[in-house]
């Protein structure tokens, strides 16, 4: 976790492990159709924000392959939202156009109201009519790929604000 926290803000940060979700120390990953989320790490922030730090894994990517990445979401706690701020490639599995997903892919992955998101159907998708667009040409299944570990999230956070509700 130092490593991928050091590349995303720059620095270390305290953190700690959330929910006991890192499959490094024998956890169960939470699985999807679509992909899964190995580690949940909440870092504490100044204030009335903190971040959850996902290591998320996609499925569906070239001949079955799958896209690892690192997504921040920023909580903030007065208004009990959740915004995902910054999605970075940790590793990739068969993925041979992986240089096609750049940073304007990657950028892409900016949502401020993920609850809603998840709750009006806009998940990350490679068709370009889709509520959340994030094609790339020549690379559609990769795409597809890291979209849906994004998607991990998107979930992962809109079934909470249904417990949390319930």
């Not at 006991?20 to 679509?34: A, M, W």
């Not at 690892?68 to 940790?90: A, G, H, P, R």
């Not at 009519?129 to 979209?147: E, M, R």
Request: charged fraction near 20%; hydrophobic fraction near 30%.
């Amino acid at each position: 976790a130092g490593r991928a926290i050091k590349k995303i803000y720059g620095t270390e940060m305290q953190y700690q492990t959330q929910l006991d979700i890192d499959v490094n120390e024998n956890d169960k990953p939470i699985e999807y159709d679509f992909g899964k989320i190995n580690k949940i790490y909440k870092i504490e922030n100044q204030g009335e924000k903190h971040d959850l730090l996902f290591q998320t894994v996609g499925f569906e990517g070239y001949k079955g392959g799958t896209i690892t990445v690192w997504v921040k979401v920023v909580v903030d706690n007065t208004t009990n939202t959740y915004s995902i701020d910054k999605v970075l490639l940790e590793s990739y599995d068969k993925q041979t156009l992986m240089s096609k997903l750049g940073d304007s892919y990657y950028s892409k992955f900016q949502l401020t109201d993920v609850t809603t998101a998840y709750q009006n159907g806009q998940f990350f998708t490679t068709d370009t009519n889709g509520a959340n667009p994030n094609p790339v040409s020549g690379a559609t299944y990769s795409a597809n790929a890291g979209n849906n570990a994004v998607n991990c999230v998107i979930t992962y956070i809109g079934n909470l604000g249904v417990q949390n509700e319930g």
